[in-house]
């Protein structure tokens, strides 16, 4: 056998001698060492294949498993935030991953690079180097397989999380307008207490003006009195005389009798009405200070439901600075939960618009001129009739010029299905591209497009 630098030349010549026919007393020894050889080539050719392809999936992903996070707004969505953060550890895993395979590969080149004596003696370690490489792959597929599969149940994550705050949102609307009809009650609340307040202070001050009142009437009584007593007290001072001048008369004449006796006698009649007039001031006078006494208590009372008033207004002033802040602050969280359910639907329609226009768009350039035959054949909901299809064929294809190419038609008609049908997706446009025998095609979308 002549020298070989290479195993690859090795396998050669050893293929070589097993057609020789005076070897055959060593044929398994040549069968091992063939199997040696064929190892080896397989394995060489085999891992960089797999690493590029790996590679260009990993292009692939990292370009269509995408989480949209930016569209999201800075709203707290879960199924987003898990989905972006896991992305971003694939991000670094799957190329940290492939560069392993890409060192071990070239450590195993650097162990083989070696004459095949030296070869078969350190097989041991080379297919160790091997086995070395081979361990490293998973690191690869793993978090590529996690990646697709949480990309695939991600649009369904995404309508869980839609439904988990749509159902919080209707909680806290419903908090929200029981909380604004308990601010309504205690906003009225409030009026009528302000209100009762106002007519209790109404009413204190009423009872302070007539208190006032009473005491000068009380007083100008008062100076009534005061001028009949003296009045009274000078009657009696001149009564009191004119009795001493009849008693110590030195005349007996009639004259002077009848005078001094009617003198007296009126005397008498201007003290009993003098006494007359006291006896109804003293009673008005009790009359008044009744009265006075009554309006004292009548004060008191007011003064006791004015603070009253006063403390429960501030009560309910409290209450509803409180319901007022609770309403404010559902209110906010509303908003806030809406402004989740826009963002989460829009990344909903992100996800399955963004593929299925890839879809479109592959479809349209691999159908050709058969594209009103796929447009005939693709699920319509609600449904259109044949003359509604053809008008619509009709209709795209008065838009062609003489640049216009097939595809471009093609995907007018896609694009016009999609907006048609709610029954529009990756899915059904697969479904119909198989049932024209057009699997080719079908096949293609399945490895390019992520399926939604």
Known sequence: MPKCKTVEEFGQELTKIRKHEAMSENKIL????????????????????????????????????ISFSLEAENQDIRAIQDYENNILKWEEDIPNGLAEVNRK??????????????YIET???????????????????????????????????????????????????????????RKNEDSSRVQRTIYNSKKVKDQLQNAMYERKQCRKREMAVQDNIDIIQEDMDEKKKELDENLKQFSNRKSNSPTLFDVLSAKVDTLHDEIQTLENQMKVHRRNMSRMKEDRLRVQKDIHICKKVHEKTLKDTQKVYEVLEREELNAKRLADQDAVLAARIKAAYRRSLLLVVDHLAEALRVTAAEVGKNWTTLYRKLPFNPP????????????????????????DLAYKGLEKWRKLSNKASTNALIRTLNSMKKQSIAQQLQRTVIIT
């Open 30 to 65: 040549l069968n091992d060492m063939l199997k040696i050889a064929e190892r080896a080539k397989m394995f060489d050719g085999m891992i960089p294949d797999i690493h590029n392809k790996l590679q260009r999936a990993f292009e692939r992903v990292s370009k269509y498993c």
């Open 105 to 118: 590969y070239h450590d195993y080149l650097e162990a083989k690079n070696i004459s095949m004596e030296a």
């Open 123 to 181: 097989y041991g370690n080379i297919l160790h180097n091997m086995t070395y490489t081979l361990e490293s792959l998973p690191k690869i597929c793993e978090p590529m397989r996690d990646w697709v599969l949480a990309d695939e149940t991600y649009p369904r994550k995404i309508m869980q999380e839609i439904r988990k705050i749509e159902k919080k949102k209707e909680e806290v609307s419903e908090s929200h307008r029981r909380q604004f009809n």
């Open 384 to 407: 259109r009739d044949k003359s509604n299809l053809d008008y619509d064929i009709e209709a795209i294809d008065w838009t062609r010029s003489t640049n216009t190419e097939y595809k």
